[in-house]
């Protein structure tokens, strides 16, 4: 029998987990406007009601052990999210996905379950990168791939990002590792890759200020997560 929380609790530490499961998901609608934290809390609330046997930490407040890859912006919408969970005991991913979705609440749509050596290093550790889509309420300028091609061209783009009332300041060039500008429907979209780790990520947000281009004016969507040893 696997522990719980209340185990835990009582004195009795859990034993180390057995699975890893990835989870790929989408974010939309409404949904993205949930912050991160009750994100998280959605899934787990989603778990529990299936009675799975999630990991939980030590201590005197044991957590699920469940991580989410990165941080998704409120506002954004994402196709391809991850998430994280060790189980007490083996969880089939086949039966898992077909259990799970009549449980997730709207704006969250599963994509699919694999599962993933216990040895690996913790997810949110492994992304370097984020890939996003860009698109715009208003036609952009006309000049958007002429501007593009000059901003990939500098060497360095000084930037300074304020929030909540503090400056930061970092060259914003080597975290912009693609800038494209397709068109779809006959109206040209901005492709970013962006790189997400220690040394700092950007944002999309900083790409269009940088281009010069209003924020007000975009719908922003995450395609996916780049993870390290990833093509």
């Not at 990991?55 to 990165?70: D, F």
């Not at 958007?144 to 360095?156: C, D, G, N, W």
Request: net charge positive.
């Amino acid at each position: 029998m696997s522990m719980t929380a209340g185990d835990v609790t009582r004195g009795r530490p859990p034993a180390a987990p057995v699975e890893r499961l990835r989870i790929t998901f989408a974010v939309t609608g409404s949904a993205c406007y949930i912050g991160h934290l009750d994100l998280a809390r959605a899934w787990v609330r989603a778990l529990r009601r299936l009675q799975l046997p999630v990991a939980y930490t030590h201590g005197y407040n044991p957590r699920p052990r469940l991580s989410i890859a990165a941080p998704l912006p409120v506002g954004f919408a994402g196709e391809q999210e991850l998430l994280e969970a060790l189980f007490d005991s083996p969880v089939d991913p086949q039966a898992l996905t077909q259990r799970l979705l009549s449980e997730l609440p709207n704006g969250l749509a599963l994509r699919g379950i694999e599962k993933v050596s216990l040895q690996a290093p913790p997810l949110p550790s492994q992304v370097i990168a984020a890939d996003y889509v860009v698109s715009f309420f208003e036609p952009p300028p006309t000049d958007l791939p002429q501007r593009v091609e000059h901003l990939m061209a500098t060497a360095s783009i000084p930037f300074t990002r304020i929030r909540q009332g503090k400056k930061t300041h970092f060259d914003l060039r080597p975290r912009i590792l693609k800038a494209q500008v397709p068109r779809r429907d006959g109206q040209a979209i901005l492709i970013l890759r962006l790189a997400h780790g220690p040394g700092g990520a950007a944002r999309p947000e900083d790409v269009l200020e940088a281009l010069g281009l209003e924020v007000g004016n975009a719908r922003i969507t995450r395609t996916g997560l780049v993870l390290a040893g990833e093509p």
